[in-house]
Nanobody, 115 residues
């Protein structure tokens, strides 16, 4: 099993920045994909960005040009740098590990952006 612990959430004004981290531990195999999802109140969970163990990235259209996902394989850690934050980015952000059919979720971290 893989355990995920997110950190770095908080409150920020619009236009500000935050960096989320997700540390993975346990039975980590490659290739794998690390994902960041988010869920706003009353909305479905949506994929924000992901990165493969080979470094290929993918972003939701709503965050392209503002968010950057990266990973440090030696530390089994994935990051989400969020710049130019908007109130609509307010959500609980979840880290997700996917390897084949196996998946694991973190507990989530709250990001609140005020106007």
């Amino acid at each position: 099993q893989v355990q995920l612990v997110e950190s770095g959430g908080g409150s920020v004004q619009a236009g500000g920045s935050l960096r989320l981290s997700c540390a993975a531990s346990g039975s980590i195999f490659r290739p794998n994909t690390m994902n960041w999802y988010r869920q706003a109140p009353g909305k479905q969970r949506e994929l924000v960005a992901n990165i493969t163990s080979g470094g290929t990235t993918n972003y939701a259209d709503s965050v392209k040009g503002r968010f950057t996902i990266s990973r440090a394989n030696a530390k089994n850690t994935v990051y989400l740098q969020m710049n130019s934050l908007k109130p609509e980015d307010t959500a609980v952000y979840y880290c997700n590990y996917r390897e084949g059919v196996y998946g694991s979720w973190g507990q989530g971290t709250q990001v609140t952006v005020s106007s």
